[in-house]
């Protein structure tokens, strides 16, 4: 499908600088325009390209000042980076969507599957599973007995739900995630470690994207909970009876240890750790490779193990960077103090 520069603008309230009918059929990164291709500019990093590039089209922020004339048609917006989230979107929900139930699928006769449904070749679904309406599963879902996925729910290959765990409506479950795995609970005993039966579940609200491999542990009584509209990147691993607040955001590999809380709103990035047992306040930005070992109010932004003020932080690394110049120094006086205090003595005898 092609479309115009000017009906794209219409969509996203932006305004055309250059010339409205300049048309487009697909999407490129400005660095790598070609014609035809709609490209976009949020980062002043890539501005050298837009004077390059030979994509059609560009957005662009409304605030973006240029030094000379550019071939593209630019389009201004408030926020190129989210107009573009936008296009993508209503570029994913155009193309058509899979339906039906393939002959190589195994559905228990007890599951409950709503209209719309597509399940993939080697799916299977236990007993007594409730499926909404339009959801897509894809080669190789398993879905355990009693477990109940809502509407529009798309999992994809190789992803597990056990067990009697819940997952919301329009949430995206990507290859390889775990939900409801035991959680890791063991008891010291003569023998080793006794296995402590977790017999809770997982509840993942709705709007929540799971990213590959990621894994959310069941509860050991009760819920481990994901509230509406968080997203967990790749690799990432949430304990048993933990909560992540709505629309929490993590980014890979970061861990949550058992029965922490974490709330609305936050920003982890890589290989953040999160002990048990504690508490994160909402709007709580931590940086990559924070260690958190103690509770957290809202609204802070920091980064370190423990974690600091950005400010403090690299500050302290700035220091770091100077520690053997500093520890060489400190040797040298401590040889010139030794000496001086042997002469004194020498002196005072």
């Not at 709503?114 to 993939?120: A, N, P, R, T, V």
């Not at 290989?271 to 709580?284: E, L, P, S, W």
Request: aromatic letters at 6%; a neutral charge.
């Amino acid at each position: 499908m092609e479309f115009k520069a000017q009906q794209i603008a219409e969509l996203i309230q932006g305004r055309v600088e250059g010339n409205p009918e300049a048309t487009v059929n697909t999407f490129a990164k400005i660095e790598e325009g070609k014609p035809g291709a709609i490209s976009f500019l949020a980062n002043t990093k890539y501005i050298s390209y837009i004077y390059e590039t030979e994509s059609s089209v560009v957005l662009v922020d409304e605030s973006l000042q240029l030094d000379k004339p550019v071939k593209a048609t630019l389009i201004r917006v408030k926020s190129a980076y989210e107009a573009v989230a936008k296009l993508l979107q209503m570029y994913e929900s155009m193309k058509p969507k899979l339906k039906g139930i393939d002959s190589l699928a195994f559905i228990h006769p007890t599951a409950k599957i709503g209209k719309d449904c597509y399940i993939g070749p080697f799916v299977a679904i236990g007993p007594n599973v409730e499926i909404g309406d339009g959801c897509v599963f894809h080669p190789h879902v398993t879905i355990g007995r009693n477990a109940k996925v809502g509407n529009n729910t798309e999992i994809y290959s190789n992803a597990v739900i056990y067990h009697d765990c819940k997952v919301g409506n329009n949430c995206i479950l990507h290859a390889g995630s775990v939900i409801g795995a035991d959680g890791f609970g063991f008891a010291p005993s003569a023998n080793g470690y006794d296995k402590i039966p977790q017999i809770g579940i997982v509840t993942i609200e709705d709007n929540c994207e799971i990213g590959a491999n990621t894994c959310v542990d069941r509860s050991t009584m009760g819920s481990t909970y994901i509230r509406k509209g968080v997203k967990l990147d790749n690799l990432v691993q949430i304990a048993h009876n933990c909560e992540i607040g709505a629309n929490t955001v993590m980014s890979a590999q970061v861990g949550v240890a058992g029965s922490a809380k974490v709330g609305e709103w936050c920003m982890f990035g890589g290989q953040v750790g999160i002990a048990g047992h504690i508490t994160i306040g909402d709007k709580v930005q931590l940086g990559a490779q924070s260690g958190v070992p103690s509770s957290l109010e809202s609204g802070q932004s920091l980064i370190g193990t423990p974690p600091t003020t950005l400010t403090n932080y690299f500050r302290s690394q700035s220091i770091v960077k100077r520690l053997p110049d500093m520890y060489r120094q400190m040797n040298e006086m401590q040889k010139t103090i030794n000496e001086l205090q042997a002469k004194i003595a020498e002196l005072t005898k």
